[in-house]
């Protein structure tokens, strides 16, 4: 473990300085592999909150078939679906502990 900390110091002072360097030079290559951007965040209307709330009061863990209907209807992807499910099931599991005590 001792050898390591040598260069374990090291990669953490490259590190640090290149994320300096990122703060001042927005064109610096980033973590992302080239190419990709970061996702923006979906932001879902009331009508389909309102709808993905009905389908989950009915059915909070639907299976990947039904959350591929799910995205289609509503006109989102499946993947905002799945993470909005996952969530809400995250979201009732905090309010159920709060709860008892």
Not at 27 to 55: F, H, N, Q, W
Not at 83 to 93: I, L, P, S, T
Request: one cysteine or more.
């Amino acid at each position: 473990m001792i050898a390591l900390k040598p260069i374990l110091q090291a990669w953490l002072e490259e590190a640090e300085a290149q994320a300096k360097n990122k703060r001042r030079d927005p064109d610096a290559p980033s973590v992302l592999p080239a190419g990709e951007k970061k996702r923006k965040r979906t932001s879902i209307a009331a009508p389909e909150k309102r709808s993905l709330e009905a389908y989950f009061a009915v059915q909070p863990r639907p299976s990947g078939e039904k959350i591929a209907a799910i995205a289609e209807k509503l006109d989102l992807k499946k993947n905002v679906v799945r993470v909005w499910f996952c969530n809400q099931r995250q979201k009732q599991k905090r309010m159920k502990f709060a709860a008892q005590h």
